[in-house]
């Protein structure tokens, strides 16, 4: 989905436009911090484009124009960066870990992993390529819980609508995602412990607008940023 934040006069950066490429776990803290940057730079439109990880490093590795990449893990990052599509390394600036996301109430009495295998029981998980999906396995694998889901996601908002829409009783999701939402809550389970997502950023090799994609980074990274960050359920690194 791609979205426009606001607008602004005609000041400094009137009328430039900086195109963001950002993990779906990201998207209230962006919102927020795109709103932010906004008002800093009076004319600045920010556009956010918000997808699973692995889909957004493919599209720009084909050559999607865009200034700025946030990725929900290493991985995906790192085949931007070994494709030569990164302006310099990247930085970590955030850490998200997972949530079983439950219908508000709790109504299936979901306590940990294990319960998510009890007869009848409809879990969604993310698929194994997209970030979300390979910490699901990670936590799966360290409480040994086999577990088969019924529909596999390609970004952790597709699993958590799941969960919203009543078609399955719990999703694995990130905490992020579990703040944002008001019809349902988060269960807590030891093992995402083991499976702790590090985000980083770059800006793009190509960005057609490298210095509001310097700017847009600098402010995911200050003071203000980590605010939003930390409001979102994201973790500082």
Known sequence: ML???GGGGAADGAGESVTVLAAASL???FATIAREL???RPGTRVRLTFAGSSALATQINQGAP????ASAAPAPMRAVIEAGNGDGPSVVFARNQLVIAVPKGNPAGVAGLADLTRPGTKVALCAAQVPCGAAARTALDAAGVALTPVTLEQDVRGALAKVTLGEVDAALVYRSDVRGADDVQGVEFPESARAVNDYPIVVLADAPNRSGARAFV?????ERGRAALTAAGLASP
């Open 3 to 5: 979205a426009g934040c």
């Open 27 to 29: 998207t209230d803290a």
């Open 38 to 40: 906004e008002a800093d």
């Open 66 to 69: 865009a200034d700025v990449f």
């Open 218 to 222: 600098d402010h995911v990274r200050s």
